[in-house]
């Protein structure tokens, strides 16, 4: 499940405006997204959303785990928190909790080209839906035209969405 979860959660994250993308995954399902400047409060953005579901989860960060941010993380259980690297003391603080795995992603880069799934002497093979939805890319056609913040919730939702399993929705505010 972890190892389903850390990809997930690094989908996701690479998918956000780089420096300041929070995301955090339970059952390979992203329970809260934030793409706010502040890195504390992305966080605590992201976690807002569904605080329950956090718990026993992974939190994944496009930029640097602070020592502040650590402070925040380390008061709910999480199997693995992901960032683009750490302060010294933010792992030193980290290290206190039990089990607890800090990955560095400051390297790494997703394949994105093709997905394997198998199954009982099955493969399924197929291209990864890693497009990044902007502005320029949809027409709106209705009477009732979104504002600018709506436009941008509606952007920031669609690129959510496709990493959220079946029966699951996307709420985007601000």
């Given at each position: 499940?972890?190892y389903?979860?850390i990809?997930?959660?690094?989908s996701?994250?690479?998918?956000?405006?780089?420096?300041?993308?929070?995301?955090?995954?339970?059952h390979?399902?992203p329970?809260?997204?934030?793409i706010?400047?502040n890195?504390l409060?992305?966080y605590k953005?992201a976690l807002?959303c569904?605080?329950?579901?956090?718990?026993?989860g992974?939190v994944s960060?496009?930029f640097k785990?602070?020592?502040?941010?650590a402070l925040e993380l380390n008061?709910i259980f999480?199997e693995?928190?992901i960032?683009?690297g750490?302060?010294?003391n933010?792992i030193?603080?980290?290290?206190?909790?039990k089990?607890?795995?800090?990955i560095?992603?400051?390297?790494?880069t997703l394949?994105?080209?093709?997905?394997?799934?198998?199954?009982?002497?099955?493969?399924?093979?197929?291209?990864e839906?890693?497009e990044i939805?902007?502005k320029?890319?949809?027409k709106?056609?209705?009477?009732k035209?979104p504002?600018?913040?709506q436009?941008?919730n509606l952007?920031?939702a669609?690129n959510?969405?496709?990493?959220?399993?079946?029966n699951?929705?996307v709420?985007?505010?601000?």
């Open positions: 499940n972890n389903n979860d990809f997930s959660a690094l996701v994250t690479e998918s956000l405006p780089k420096n300041r993308g929070t995301v955090i995954i339970k390979a399902n329970c809260g997204v934030s706010l400047e890195k409060s992305s953005s807002a569904d605080p329950l579901s956090a718990y026993g992974i960060c496009n785990i602070s020592k502040p941010l008061k999480f693995v928190i960032g683009n750490y302060e010294k933010a030193k603080i980290l290290k206190t909790r089990n607890l795995r800090l560095d992603a400051s390297k790494f394949n994105k080209n093709l997905k394997y799934n198998s199954i009982n002497d099955t493969i399924l093979i197929q291209s839906d890693n939805f902007q320029k890319d949809f709106v056609v209705s009477k035209k504002n600018k913040l436009f941008e952007i920031f669609f959510v969405c496709r990493f959220v399993k079946s699951a929705i709420l985007a505010k601000n």
